[in-house]
C-alpha cells in the first residue's frame, strides 16, 4: 500500500503475470520462498519503499500465524 501498488502492479514490477500469487501470499495459501521475496523487495524499492527481507518474512509469518 505504501508504494502505491496494486496486486497486479506489484506482480509486474517482479516480472511475474497476472496477481494470484502476490494475492496468495497475502491471502496465506502460499508462502513466498527467498528469491520471490527478493523480487518483491526489489520491486518496492524501485518505487522508493525500503523494506528488508525480515520485515517481508515477518509481515508472512504475522498474517498466517
Do not use: M
Not at 26 to 45: F, H, N, S, Y
Amino acid at each position: 500500500k505504501k508504494a502505491g501498488l496494486t496486486q497486479e502492479g506489484l506482480a509486474d514490477l517482479c516480472g511475474w503475470s497476472g496477481n494470484s500469487r502476490i494475492g496468495n501470499y497475502e491471502a496465506g495459501i502460499r508462502t513466498p520462498g527467498v528469491e520471490d521475496l527478493q523480487a518483491i523487495r526489489d520491486a518496492l524499492a524501485t518505487k522508493k519503499v525500503r523494506v528488508t527481507l525480515e520485515q517481508l518474512i515477518g509481515q508472512h509469518e504475522s498474517k498466517t500465524a
